[in-house]
Each structure stands twice: as C-alpha cells, then as structure tokens.
C-alpha cells in the first residue's frame, strides 16, 4: 500500500489536499483499502505525494472528520468505515483474517522493504540480484522477433513440458557443460522460483526436512517453508559446504532433500571446488540424498571455466538440475529449466499444467532462438567482461574505503560479494540509514537470520558511478554505525 502510483496534479485548480482527500477516500469508499488498513505515516505519505507534511494533515482530518478513518496513540491511523458499513446493517467481511489465514508465509518485513523500494528511480541499488538496464540486450531481443526463422511462432498454450524445439536447444546447451540428457527430461519452469515450488508440491511430504547452505537464498524465499517443510542450515568453508557433517546431520534428522548453489553461491560468491563436488555427490550418494542444484550463475565466470556441474558428475539420477535466463539474458522473460528423470518430470510437468498451463510461448520461442542461433554464446561472453570490470572497480573501492570495518571475498564470477563488517551492529539500523541517503542494501540477515555482520553487495545492478557514489557513502555510515 505504501507505493501509491497515483500523484496530485500541482497545475489543477483543485487544492491539493482536496486531490488527496478524494484519492483515499475513493480507495475506502470502493472497499480498496478495507476495515482495519492502517494509512502510511504524514511523513511517508508527503513523501509519496511529494507535498507538504501540512498538505496531508489537512487531508487526514477531512478523512477523520467524515468517520472514515480514526488515530489512536501507538496503533496509528486505521480505516474505520467504508461503503459496506455505511450502506448495511451487517458488518463487511474483515478481510485481515483472510489475508493472515493464507498457507503462504509473508516476507520478513526487511524483504517487503526491498521489494517496495526498487521500484524507486532515484534509489541506489547495492544489493539487487540482475544485471543492470543497460545490459540486458533490449534491441536484440527486438530483433530476434522480427528476423525470419524457420522456428514457428505460437501464440498458443504449448505442451506441457515446454516447447519440444526449446527443449531440444538446451539440452544441445547442457552438452557444452558436460550433462548429456534428452528433452522428455527436461522441464520449462517460468523461472527458478517455479521450480523450487513444483519440487515443494509435488515431490515432497509436509514436515520433510530441507538441508541447504547457510548462509542461503533460500532463507529469503519463503516457498519450503510455506509447504510446512523445515529447513535446516549446513556450514560453508571457502571450498564450499562442508561435506563432512552431512552424513551424520541426514541420520540424525531425517533429511529429504539438499539444495545448493555450487557456482558463485547466493549471496556469499563462494565457487565449490571440483574436489568438494565430487565429495558431496559421494555423501549424498552413500546417504541416498537427493541434491536439487541451482545453477543460475554457471555461466557467469570470469577469468577460466569452472568445475562441471554437479549434474555432469551424476551416475545415479541423484541430482535435480535447475538453470535460468534470469540471472544471464533476461529476468523479464521468466524462462528456467528443470532437469531430473522422466518420471519426476512427468510428476511436475502435470502439476505445472495444473497451476499455469505452461511458461510464456513468446518467451520460449525468444529464449530458444537466442540459443539455437548462437546469440546466447556471443551475449554471455559480453556480459562475463562487463560483470568482471564492475568486480574489479567494486573490490578496488572496497580496498580504498573499508579496509578498517570489513573484509570481503574475491568472487571468480557471478553478482556478489560478501562483504564482513569487523564489528557487529544493529544492521536494522544501518539499513534504514542507508535507505534515507538514497541507498538499498541487503543485509545479511535476510540469508541467515542470526547474521548480523554480513551485507551482500551486488555489482550487476547500479552503475558503475552508483557503485562509487553509493559505497562510499556506505564506508562512512558503517563507521558511523559502529561508533
């Protein structure tokens, strides 16, 4: 609610609290904003209507006044009455007990934040996970649907696995990274996200119990979590995680599935060595543990290739294998893949079939030309020298301005690094400081809950300017912090 699209017009002739007033009373009035909504705070709502703070007191108290909305000390400003109150005898549903009554948990509130503020244009955005605007491949992309091919462009649903022809080119793609598998195991997701929730409904029991790195991604994402699944941390070194502990860790509480992203590893940039690779197949193999690899950054190495996938390594079918667009060519076209044994992908495809009908036919006929074509080839190497000189410009900023609060990791590849601040802090704090000065970060946090020192800064998004302005201004507020 707090991201109101809709801005007075300074240059009407009606007064801009009356502009307001009609504005939140029409969203109550239509049941839009429902019994119980609490109104952002007067500071927030003059930012977000770019008008005085006394612009919006005068606008409130017409609101007040009408009984619509009421102010109570240390619960704030609620919506009191709307339509169905005014006109019925009977009380309007009170939908708050819906919405807390959904299966799906909420994002952590620092999340909600996150995802609210990155629309914002004038905001500095160290921690967000894509590349930039200005490397995604927009005329390309254009021009890919103009050329003539003898691929044939439907605008229909398309079969339930994906497109036979999509499915063919990726597989001709995972052959460059040594996985030889045929298209009927192959599944298109719309994206990695998709993916992760096909596994949790369609291959899991409630209560299983999910091992995957710490820190992880997945402790941002809510999916395993909302499916009543328990998730449960494994400890990472330098090489990747540590393979020793998870035997015992699978006896003792019964683990179902492990997750990893063994390739420029979100958020920390941790590369897993070729020789904890085959170390963790070996364990899981022996403990007949399934490994769900999430491989988005694969491509995203900078000086020398990387060790195979874990997937390349695999004998037994033990491992399910996830890749994106998203991370590489476009997070607009919400194309990923699934790769597994057929009948785990007869299993999800039907599921998938059942909640969307099948990923975007226009994203699947792109996404298959940039492969089939060799534009793929051409554009990842484009983007592995761009990302690469975003790197060194960021590590040469953090040697020049944090050398005295933290220390930090030298990513060969992917988006992050994971910069350790060298004392400890309330990083509730820091983000809101950071956030007033124009600046988003993701802290730690977010990855592991009991993190307090760790912030993941992302060098695909900002500018490299932004990077400059932006973790400088950063340096100065963590040594504020910390006195």
Same mark, same amino acid.
């Given at each position: 609610?707090?991201?109101?699209?809709?801005?007075?017009?300074?240059?009407?002739?009606?007064?801009?609290?009356?502009?307001?007033?009609?504005?939140?009373?029409?969203?109550?009035?239509?049941?839009?904003?429902?019994?119980?909504?609490?109104?952002?705070?007067?500071?927030?709502?003059?930012?977000?209507?770019?008008?005085?703070?006394?612009?919006?007191?005068?606008?409130?108290?017409?609101?007040?006044?009408?009984?619509?909305?009421?102010?109570?000390?240390?619960?704030?400003?609620?919506?009191?009455?709307?339509?169905?109150?005014?006109?019925?005898?009977?009380s309007p549903p009170d939908w708050r007990i819906y919405v807390k009554s959904g299966t799906h948990q909420p994002n952590q509130s620092i999340i909600q934040d996150i995802?609210?503020?990155?629309?914002?244009?004038?905001?500095?955005?160290?921690?967000?996970?894509?590349?930039?605007?200005?490397?995604?491949?927009?005329?390309?992309?254009?021009?890919?649907?103009?050329?003539?091919?003898?691929?044939?462009?439907?605008?229909?649903?398309?079969?339930?696995?994906?497109?036979?022809?999509?499915?063919?080119?990726?597989?001709?793609?995972?052959?460059?990274?040594?996985?030889?598998?045929?298209?009927?195991?192959?599944?298109?997701?719309?994206?990695?996200?998709?993916?992760?929730?096909?596994?949790?409904?369609?291959?899991?029991?409630?209560?299983?119990?999910?091992?995957?790195?710490?820190?992880?991604?997945?402790?941002?994402?809510?999916?395993?979590?909302?499916?009543?699944? %328990?998730?449960?941390? #494994?400890? =990472?070194? &330098?090489?990747?995680? /540590?393979?020793? @502990?998870?035997?015992?860790? +699978?006896?003792?509480?019964?683990?179902?599935?492990?997750?990893?992203?063994?390739?420029?590893? %979100?958020?920390?940039? #941790?590369? =897993?060595? &070729?020789?904890?690779? /085959?170390?963790? @197949?070996?364990?899981?193999? +022996?403990?007949r543990l399934p490994i769900l690899e999430d491989d988005v950054y694969g491509d995203l190495w900078f000086e020398q290739p990387i060790p195979k996938p874990l997937k390349?390594?695999?004998?037994?079918?033990?491992?399910?294998?996830?890749?994106?667009?998203?991370?590489?060519?476009?997070?607009?076209?919400?194309?990923?893949?699934?790769?597994?044994?057929?009948?785990?992908?007869?299993?999800?495809?039907?599921?998938?079939?059942?909640?969307?009908?099948?990923?975007?036919?226009?994203?699947?006929?792109?996404?298959?030309?940039?492969?089939?074509?060799?534009?793929?080839?051409?554009?990842?190497?484009?983007?592995?020298?761009?990302?690469?000189?975003?790197?060194?410009?960021?590590?040469?900023?953090?040697?020049?301005?944090?050398?005295?609060?933290?220390?930090?990791?030298?990513?060969?590849?992917?988006?992050?690094?994971?910069?350790?601040?060298?004392?400890?802090?309330?990083?509730?704090?820091?983000?809101?400081?950071?956030?007033?000065?124009?600046?988003?970060?993701?802290?730690?946090?977010?990855?592991?809950?009991?993190?307090?020192?760790?912030?993941?800064?992302?060098?695909?998004?900002?500018?490299?300017?932004?990077?400059?302005?932006?973790?400088?201004?950063?340096?100065?507020?963590?040594?504020?912090?910390?006195?």
């Amino acid at each position: 609610m707090y991201n109101l699209e809709w801005k007075p017009n300074e240059s009407s002739k009606i007064p801009l609290y009356q502009q307001i007033y009609e504005f939140m009373k029409k969203k109550i009035m239509n049941g839009e904003w429902t019994l119980g909504t609490k109104i952002p705070p007067q500071r927030r709502l003059a930012h977000e209507f770019k008008v005085n703070r006394s612009t919006i007191v005068t606008a409130l108290d017409e609101l007040t006044a009408d009984g619509l909305i009421e102010s109570k000390v240390g619960r704030g400003t609620v919506v009191i009455n709307n339509t169905w109150s005014i006109i019925s005898s009977t009380s309007p549903p009170d939908w708050r007990i819906y919405v807390k009554s959904g299966t799906h948990q909420p994002n952590q509130s620092i999340i909600q934040d996150i995802n609210q503020t990155e629309i914002r244009s004038d905001i500095i955005r160290l921690g967000t996970g894509e590349l930039s605007p200005e490397l995604l491949p927009s005329k390309k992309m254009k021009s890919v649907f103009q050329n003539n091919t003898e691929q044939a462009l439907s605008l229909g649903y398309t079969e339930p696995k994906g497109t036979l022809y999509l499915r063919e080119t990726i597989c001709n793609h995972l052959k460059t990274k040594g996985i030889e598998v045929t298209p009927p195991s192959v599944l298109i997701v719309s994206g990695g996200l998709q993916a992760l929730q096909l596994v949790s409904l369609g291959l899991l029991h409630k209560g299983s119990t999910i091992f995957h790195e710490t820190p992880s991604y997945l402790t941002s994402v809510n999916v395993f979590q909302s499916a009543g699944m %328990n998730l449960f941390e #494994i400890p =990472m070194d &330098n090489e990747g995680v /540590k393979t020793d @502990l998870l035997g015992r860790l +699978k006896r003792q509480h019964n683990g179902t599935l492990f997750y990893t992203i063994p390739s420029f590893h %979100n958020p920390t940039g #941790i590369l =897993m060595s &070729n020789n904890r690779r /085959k170390q963790l @197949l070996d364990v899981c193999s +022996k403990e007949r543990l399934p490994i769900l690899e999430d491989d988005v950054y694969g491509d995203l190495w900078f000086e020398q290739p990387i060790p195979k996938p874990l997937k390349a390594q695999d004998k037994q079918g033990l491992v399910l294998y996830m890749g994106s667009m998203s991370k590489t060519l476009s997070p607009g076209l919400r194309i990923g893949w699934l790769v597994g044994p057929e009948p785990v992908i007869d299993r999800l495809s039907d599921i998938k079939m059942q909640t969307d009908y099948g990923s975007s036919s226009l994203s699947q006929f792109a996404v298959a030309e940039w492969l089939a074509s060799g534009l793929y080839d051409k554009h990842i190497i484009h983007i592995r020298k761009e990302l690469k000189v975003r790197r060194d410009l960021t590590l040469h900023i953090l040697d020049k301005y944090f050398s005295e609060v933290a220390t930090w990791n030298n990513p060969e590849g992917g988006f992050y690094i994971w910069l350790k601040l060298n004392v400890k802090g309330p990083m509730d704090k820091l983000f809101k400081k950071a956030l007033k000065e124009g600046i988003l970060l993701n802290p730690g946090n977010i990855y592991d809950r009991n993190d307090s020192s760790h912030i993941r800064i992302s060098y695909s998004y900002a500018t490299p300017k932004q990077l400059e302005k932006g973790l400088i201004k950063l340096s100065q507020l963590i040594k504020e912090n910390r006195d």
